[in-house]
Antibody, heavy 119, light 112 residues
Framework: EVYLVESGGGLVQPGGSLRLSCLASGFTFSTYWMTWVRQAPGKGLEWVANIKEDGSEKYYVDSVRGRFTISRDNARNSLYLQMNSLRAEDTAVYYC????????????WGQGTTVTVSS | NFMLTQPHSVSESPGKTVTISCTGSGGSIASNYVHWYQRRPGSAPTTVIYQDNQRPSGVPDRFSGSIDRSSNSASLTISGLKTEDGADYYCQSFDSNNRHMMFGGGTRLTVL
């Protein structure tokens, strides 16, 4: 069974930084694209970033490009999201998900980790 | 950029049928697959329809999906509604031009 477990969320001041992690198990992590998706309070799901199997391609939603960095460590079966220059509007539950590179659907999701940006 | 638009909410009675639309703009809905996710409060999203009209194992056949090229939209239809179908539903697709993913704004289904 596929497991995706996020960690690293918390309370941070505006302008601060946070690093989210996602530990994967139950599948061959190095053969899948991975994704971060977030949901702000009272809002819908928002795609944040994708990363290719070997980390050679990365894509970001416009609102986080230049502030967030997606990365992965295939030896550790781990996905990361480094978030810098955080804003109040980045407050959300952040999910990691496994992405199909055939149909670009999200096959499995973690339970999410909560990020709150507030002074 | 390609965008997806859903109605904010729909409401229907148990046993009835409801259809949730997902309208594409800035490109063709048929260019990439559309997927549908169900999200209940406090839980991670789960797939109810993938590749436009495929149902994952474990999803009842009351759930179906379709694409209408003429209206540039996708639809999720749930028949024989049950109270437990009440949830938020999101469509999702992919923009081949910029390799970005996108979600519709989500539709809250109330069954009462």
């Amino acid at each position: 069974e596929v497991y995706l477990v996020e960690s690293g969320g918390g309370l941070v001041q505006p302008g601060g930084s946070l690093r989210l992690s996602c530990l994967a198990s139950g599948f061959t992590f190095s053969t899948y694209w991975m994704t971060w998706v977030r949901q702000a309070p009272g809002k819908g799901l928002e795609w944040v970033a994708n990363i290719k199997e070997d980390g050679s391609e990365k894509y970001y939603v416009d609102s986080v490009r230049g502030r967030f960095t997606i990365s992965r460590d295939n030896a550790r079966n781990s996905l990361y999201l480094q978030m810098n220059s955080l804003r109040a509007e980045d407050t959300a539950v952040y999910y990691c998900a496994r992405l199909s590179d055939y149909d670009y659907g999200l096959e499995d999701w973690g339970q999410g980790t909560t990020v709150t940006v507030s002074s | 950029n390609f965008m997806l638009t859903q109605p904010h909410s729909v409401s229907e009675s148990p046993g009835k049928t409801v259809t949730i639309s997902c309208t594409g703009s800035g490109g063709s809905i048929a260019s990439n697959y559309v997927h549908w996710y169900q999200r209940r409060p406090g839980s991670a999203p789960t797939t109810v329809i993938y590749q436009d009209n495929q149902r994952p194992s474990g999803v009842p056949d009351r759930f179906s999906g379709s694409i209408d090229r003429s209206s540039n939209s996708a639809s999720l239809t749930i028949s024989g509604l049950k109270t437990e179908d009440g949830a938020d539903y999101y469509c999702q697709s992919f923009d081949s031009n910029n390799r970005h993913m996108m979600f519709g704004g989500g539709t809250r289904l109330t069954v009462l």
